[in-house]
């Protein structure tokens, strides 16, 4: 059973850094495709970034040149890199593993919480 743990939400000033991190264990890392997503409160659910087996990556045009996603095959770690934060960047960030990049077989994270603010 797949397992994912992330870690390194917190508070931040607008036009900082964070940088998230998500442990997948439980599985063959690189049977999986790996995302991030986003929940803002009275919002839907939204891609934020997603890297597939081959590390080809694709972005929600709101990150784009701000955010970077990667994976470490090594550590079972894909990571978010977040620069440039903006208040409506404000939300509980899960990330979300497709076993065989195939989102019916898809495994959330637990979330973690970003938030925004002067």
């Known amino acids: 059973q797949v397992q994912l743990v992330e870690s390194g939400g917190g508070l931040v000033q607008p036009g900082g850094s964070l940088r998230l991190s998500c442990k997948v264990s439980g599985s063959i890392f690189t049977m999986y495709s790996l995302g991030w997503h986003r929940q803002a409160p009275g919002n839907q659910r939204e891609l934020v970034a997603a890297?597939?087996?081959?590390?080809?990556?694709n972005y929600a045009d709101s990150v784009k040149g701000r955010f970077t996603i990667s994976r470490d095959n090594t550590e079972n770690t894909v990571y978010l890199q977040m620069n440039s934060l903006k208040v409506e960047d404000t939300a509980i960030y899960y990330c979300?593993?497709?076993?065989?990049?195939?989102?019916?077989?898809?495994?959330w994270g637990q979330g973690t919480q970003v938030t925004v603010s002067s």
């Open positions: 979300n593993a497709d076993r065989w990049a195939r989102p019916e077989f898809r495994t």
């Open positions: 890297i597939a087996r081959d590390s080809s990556t």
